[in-house]
């Protein structure tokens, strides 16, 4: 089984950066799509950023386009979330995970390994 590790969360102010980390374990890293899901206090599971296994395809949700970033680096079985210009809204805790077959790429149900996840917390 894949496992991911992810790291880099922490507090932030509002306005500034924070880069995501998450270390995949296996020989079959590039095989995978990789996506950001995050969880706030009292709110379900929302998708953030996906990109294929390739690297030449991303996607972002709405609340992400223009301010985070994803990509990977196959060669380091990286995957990374680069989060710019934070908000306070982006306070929860950020998972990163693997999926290995076609799908919806915004489903958290297509994903077949997630990460430990890690907390953002983004003052005011």
């Known amino acids: 089984q894949v496992q991911l590790v992810e790291s880099g969360g922490g507090l932030v102010q509002a306005g500034g950066s924070l880069r995501l980390s998450c270390a995949a374990s296996?020989?079959?890293?590039?095989?995978?799509?990789m996506g950001w899901f995050r969880q706030a206090p009292g709110k379900e599971r929302e998708f953030v950023a996906s990109?294929?296994?390739?690297?030449?395809?991303?996607h972002y949700a709405d609340s992400a386009k223009g301010r985070f970033t994803i990509s990977r680096d196959n060669a380091k079985n990286t995957v990374y979330l680069q989060m710019n210009s934070l908000k306070f809204e982006d306070t929860a805790v950020y998972y990163c995970?693997?999926?290995?077959?076609?799908?919806?790429?915004?489903?958290?149900?297509?994903?077949?390994?997630w990460g430990q996840g890690t907390q953002v917390t983004v003052s005011s």
């Open positions: 995970a693997a999926r290995s077959t076609v799908g919806n790429y915004a489903n958290p149900r297509a994903y077949d390994y």
């Open positions: 296996g020989r079959t890293f590039s095989n995978y799509g």
């Open positions: 990109i294929s296994w390739s690297g030449g395809y991303t």
